[in-house]
């Protein structure tokens, strides 16, 4: 189990009757499904809007990820400048930002206790290579730190810089799964947890062999999805420390408790808790052939125990400390990396955030509420809305190119530890992923 449900009180809903007939239909209890939910009910109080869960709301990615709130998108500006305006790119970065804002907003009306703090972010560099890049990868809202200025920051061994960007914020995720989701059933929501919907069509879902009766059905399953070509799964793992003394965080430093990786291809992310614990994650573990999800691969040890030798790296104080909790889960990944929008009369899709879905997922519902409802916003408007991204091509060619991505990955953070410059696999590789 994660450490943020070890800290979180389930609480019970009372849908009613699931036969009612129901202007949304919304099929998945996560980040996105909850936050569409959310967005209409503000917009449209009257609106009969169901949540259908196959388990319990959050029990996806959403209640055990790494609990950064950032602004980040998952394809680069360059890459999004082929089909966008600098200024559409610019209004896509600007609305990521406020979200954490909106968010932030919404925890303190709601007086949810989830750990909010928006202490910014920090990539740090730990060989030449990776300092190069740092400093000519800049986003417009990031700055470089030396490395005095990082040890200011973050004591993590072998430091040489680090780029700091203020738009991040740490939570415990399935906190604010719970607060959203009992937020949303006091405004009218109804929410079946442990209800499975079946779509038979895009138009139609099934649960225990009955038909419901829905205006409009919004899948919000992500990196569940069942077309295995449109969108696959990525599993990333987590471990977590137990609560760090007093004199063990002064020597790790984020005093402002700043979400944190290192700047490694393979990506890792990790944050300091509200209890002075180190919650560290990162890829790196198989793909499954024909984009199977497995539950084993959540909880892989050799990932974990990677996770636990990385953190030792960064941190030597973190010595013999004990590491209690060891968990994982999928992120969703289209074959452009590029999230999705889409909503037609009676029917919409989102997801694809790749490992960016927690702010993400709160602009997307608001861009599929507004999409909905015939609102012409500029959320109606970004990049991802109504977007296509071509196939995941078949196996075993999906199998090999993938895994091969993993392990070529890995090689070129050795590369770039032996070399101290920028790796060149990487450079070869970035083009073929595009993104
Ligand atoms: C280990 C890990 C670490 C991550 N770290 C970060 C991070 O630090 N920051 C960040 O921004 N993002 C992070 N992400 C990504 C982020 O968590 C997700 O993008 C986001 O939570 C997706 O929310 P969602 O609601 O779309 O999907 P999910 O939370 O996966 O929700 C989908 C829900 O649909 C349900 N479901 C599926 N099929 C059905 C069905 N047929 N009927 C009913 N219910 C169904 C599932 O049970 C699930 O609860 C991470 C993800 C993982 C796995």
Redesign the pocket.
């Known amino acids: 189990m994660s450490l943020w449900w070890d800290q979180v009180i389930r609480p019970s809903f009372t849908p009613g009757d699931i036969n009612a007939r129901w202007d949304v239909l919304i ?7 909850l936050w569409s939910a959310h967005h209409l009910v503000n917009s449209e109080p009257h609106l009969k809007i169901a949540i ?4 319990r709301v ?5 209640g ?5 709130a ?1 602004a980040l998108y998952p394809v680069n500006d360059e890459v999004l400048g082929r089909n966008f305006s600098t200024a559409h790119i610019s209004t896509l970065h600007h609305e990521l930002r406020i979200s954490i804002d909106e968010i932030a907003h919404f925890v303190k009306e709601e007086k949810i206790t989830c750990g909010f703090h928006k202490g910014g972010s920090l990539v740090v560099a730990r060989n030449g290579g990776q300092l190069k890049r740092l400093g000519t990868e800049l986003a417009a809202n990031e700055i470089f730190l030396n490395q005095s200025q990082t040890e200011k920051r973050i004591l993590m061994a072998q430091a040489l810089g680090s780029s700091f960007n203020p738009d991040c914020a740490v939570i415990n995720p399935a906190a604010l799964v719970v607060g959203l989701a009992k937020s949303l059933e006091n405004r009218g929501v109804s929410i079946f947890e442990n ?4 779509f038979t069509s895009e138009n139609e879902v099934i649960v225990n062999g009955k038909k419901l009766n829905a205006q409009f059905i919004l899948r ?5 999805h069942e077309d295995s070509r449109a969108q696959i799964p990525i599993y ?1 793992l ?1 471990v977590a420390t137990e609560p760090l003394s007093d004199s063990q965080i002064s020597e790790i430093g984020l005093a402002d408790r700043e979400a944190f990786s290192d700047a490694s291809h393979l990506v890792t ?1 990790a944050q300091r808790t509200e209890d002075n614990r180190l919650v560290i ?1 990162g890829r790196g573990a198989p793909y499954s052939w024909g984009s199977r999800r497995q539950d084993s691969l959540e909880t892989r040890s050799k990932n974990h125990e990677g996770l636990r030798k990385m953190a030792r790296r960064w941190f030597p104080v973190v010595g013999k400390s004990k590491f209690t909790h060891a968990w ?4 969703g990944v289209a074959r452009d990396w590029s999230p999705y929008v889409r909503v037609n009369s009676k029917y919409g899709e989102m ?1 694809g ?1 790749v ?7 709160y602009l997307a519902a608001h861009s599929i509420a507004d999409l909905l409802l015939g609102k012409k916003s500029v959320r109606a408007q970004l990049p991802y809305a109504q977007w296509k991204s071509k196939k995941w091509e078949s196996e075993p060619w999906r199998w090999l190119g993938v895994n091969s991505t993993i392990q070529l990955t890995k090689l070129a953070d050795r590369e770039e530890f032996l070399t101290h410059r920028p790796s060149v696999i990487m450079q070869a590789l970035d083009p073929i992923l595009g993104r």
């Open positions: 099929v998945g209890g996560g980040f996105s499904g259908l869960e196959k388990g959050g029990t996806g990615a959403s055990r990820n790494g609990g950064w950032s209800h499975e919907g079946r919000a399953t992500e990196a569940y990333s987590i992310y994650g994982g889960g999928a992120v997801g955030y490992g960016d879905g927690v702010t993400l997922s």
